[in-house]
Each structure stands twice: as structure tokens, then as C-alpha cells.
């Protein structure tokens, strides 16, 4: 993959990514947050941070899970590497988040780490035959 193919496949992919996980958090899942972490959510969010995750993790999807799918020829293998990566990497989140956080709903954990390996999974899906199209 030349680095042009690359960086659209990136791009794409990040726009995916941010499509899915802007309608979960502000639409289906706003209301379960607001009621499980109420006290716990800024009232702005810091949107250096959020970009940063978004950019690093779409990366960590590209990395971990397409371009190994790719090598292999394998849209269900993206698919696995995916749903794993990102139960894992959301699992870090909330699995600390209930050892070292007074009061963090153990609910806010399973549901989290089931959307990160449906969210990532369904991403890398899609930068796996966006990386098709634009070979």
C-alpha cells in the first residue's frame, strides 16, 4: 500500500469511525451515560483530548487489525482483530476505571467494553473494504 493509499484509507476510516461513535454517544447512549456517570461527566468535553483518542485509536485499527487482514486477504479476519482490539483497548479503560474509582457503574464497564469490540470490529469491517476500493 503506497503511503497516498494510505493516508486515504486513514482519513476514511476515521470518518467512519467518528459517524458510528457520534451517533452511540449523542444519540443511543446519551441518556445510560447521563444516568450511570451523571456526576462523573464534564459538562464540556475537551476536545483536544477526544481527537487525540480518535486519531491514535483509529490508527490502532488500521495497525492491529486491517493491515493485518489485508495481508491475509481476510474481511472476517479484520472483523476479529477488530471486535478484539477494541474490547481490549476499552477494557484497559473501564477495568481501571473500577479498580481506582469510587462509585464507577460495573454496568458502564460491560456495556463499554461490548461497544468498543462492536464499534471497532464494525470499523475495521469497513477500512478493510474501503482499503479495497482504493488499491
Do not use: C
Not at 37 to 53: C, N, S
Not at 112 to 125: Q, S
Amino acid at each position: 500500500m503506497t503511503t497516498a493509499a494510505f493516508i486515504k484509507l486513514y482519513f476514511a476510516t476515521l470518518v467512519v469511525f467518528l459517524a458510528i461513535d457520534m451517533v452511540w454517544l449523542g444519540v443511543a447512549a446519551k441518556g445510560f451515560y447521563q444516568r450511570y456517570l451523571g456526576e462523573l461527566l464534564r459538562p464540556d468535553v475537551r476536545w483536544g483530548a477526544a481527537i487525540l483518542f480518535y486519531l491514535i485509536f483509529v490508527g490502532g485499527i488500521l495497525l492491529f487489525a486491517v493491515l493485518p487482514a489485508l495481508e491475509r486477504a481476510s474481511f472476517r479476519h479484520a472483523v476479529l482483530l477488530g471486535g478484539l482490539f477494541g474490547m481490549i483497548a476499552y477494557a484497559t479503560y473501564d477495568l481501571t476505571n473500577l479498580a481506582t474509582l469510587k462509585g464507577f457503574p460495573p454496568v458502564v464497564a460491560v456495556v463499554d467494553m461490548v461497544w468498543g469490540f462492536v464499534l471497532t470490529a464494525v470499523v475495521a469491517g469497513a477500512g478493510y473494504r474501503i482499503a479495497g476500493w482504493i488499491a
